[in-house]
Structures are given as structure tokens and as C-alpha cells.
């Protein structure tokens, strides 16, 4: 049941063109979305706001990783780290003292590591292949956490499918891409849940300039 709730189908927006959230199983994480309508009966993935979404769909994430930072207004001097759910990484920033226990502030990059984003990574860090495997023509792609990229599995890989395979390097960067460090090097991504289509831009790595998209 629990599953049901946080797949991709989006549920009933009671107003037209409100603003909610709702769990992106292919993301792993709560997305935003505008919508005037839509079929109740195909779940109830649909939240408010993203504390809410984030507290039902991703319960291996503490709580206190989506939270931010509260340095009471004041610049501080101590240098200390912090989870950006945002940007799924552990960012150094400079905090004004106080208690930091049980808030989203860690004395090290470990402790961040350990506390918010290997939770976060889920599928993303688990191991991709077997030690004894057959050799296949098939290409198959894995999260590398060490390096964070998605590489492939060569000819003499094969996955195991406990979540961290992938069929091709785009479907790796659209699962795992949003805890690549260098954005730039993802694949263009047009999967975002819109209102309306409009012209965007992404940076093909490749080819080493930006192109237009409609998504």
C-alpha cells in the first residue's frame, strides 16, 4: 500500500493550476508541480508541500537532512557542514554556534556523508554486479559512488538487480545524475512534470555548448 502512495501517478489537485508535490520513483526524490486537474483514482501521491512528501516517501532519510540551517540571521565563523537536499550534497558553510544536535550541522564531511546523503543515495549506492557472471553483449550501467558517475559494467559485468543497474547511461543519470558533483557532464534531462511547454536549455558535455529543447 505504501508503495502505491509514493508512485510516480499523481493524484487529485482540488484547485485549478495549484501548486503540490509528489514522489518521482525515477528520481528517487519530491518534485513540483502545476496542475488544473487530474484523475483521482490514480493515487493519492500528492502533497501540500515537500516536508510532507519527503516524510512519506523517502522514511530512510532523516528528517532533519531536508531541514536548513537556522544561524538566527547572523553570519557565522565556525566552519561546519550541512545537507542540501536540494542539490543532494553535503555543502561546508559557516555557522554561528549554539547546539547544533539534532540539526541538519556536522563538525565533518563524514559525519554529513554517513548522517544524510548515503541514506539519500538508497538504490544509487548499492553494489551493481556479480562476482561470477557470464559474459554478455549487453551494456549495463551503475552508479559509482566513490566517483560519483554512472559507468558501465563492461562485457564482463552482469547485473544483479537490487536497484543500482540501469539499461542505458541516460536512464543511470536520471535515477542517480542529481548526486553527479559536475552537472554539466549529465545528459540533458527533459523529465520534469510541467504545466506548460516552453523552450529550455542544457549543456550537451559533448559537444561543449549549450542547446535548446522544448520540455
Keep these: ?6 508512485t510516480s501517478r499523481i493524484g487529485y489537485c482540488p484547485t485549478w493550476f495549484c501548486k503540490s508535490w509528489f514522489y518521482d520513483s525515477k528520481v528517487g526524490k519530491c518534485s513540483k508541480f502545476f496542475s488544473r486537474y487530474s484523475n483521482s483514482k490514480l493515487g ?22 531536508f531541514e536548513k540551517p537556522d544561524n ?19 555543502v561546508r558553510f559557516l555557522w554561528s554556534g549554539g547546539d547544533a544536535g539534532g540539526k541538519n550541522v556536522f563538525p565533518s564531511y563524514q559525519e554529513c556523508l554517513n ?5 539519500d543515495l538508497g538504490d544509487c549506492a ?32 552482469c547485473p544483479n538487480w537490487e536497484g543500482n543497474t540501469f539499461y542505458s547511461f541516460e536512464r543511470c543519470n536520471q535515477r ?12 540533458i534531462q527533459n ?14 558535455y559533448i559537444d561543449e ?7
Design 1 to 6: 500500500r505504501e508503495r502505491l502512495y509514493c
Design 44 to 65: 493519492k501521491n500528492r502533497f501540500d508541500n515537500e516536508t510532507q512528501c519527503n516524510v512519506k516517501c523517502r522514511p530512510n532519510v532523516p528528517s532533519l537532512c
Design 72 to 90: 538566527g540571521g547572523y553570519q557565522g565563523s565556525k566552519s561546519m557542514w550541512t545537507y542540501d537536499s536540494s542539490v543532494s550534497q553535503c
Design 115 to 119: 548522517k544524510c546523503q548515503i541514506p
Design 126 to 157: 548499492k553494489p551493481a554486479k556479480r562476482t561470477h557472471c557470464p559474459k554478455t553483449d549487453d551494456d549495463w550501467y551503475r552508479f559509482d559512488n566513490k566517483t560519483h558517475t554512472c559507468r558501465n559494467l563492461h562485457s564482463h559485468g
Design 176 to 187: 542517480c545524475g542529481r548526486f553527479v558533483r559536475d552537472k554539466c557532464k549529465i545528459p
Design 191 to 204: 523529465m520534469s512534470i510541467c504545466s506548460t511547454v516552453t523552450t529550455r536549455y542544457g549543456y550537451n
Design 209 to 215: 555548448k549549450c542547446e535548446e529543447f522544448q520540455g
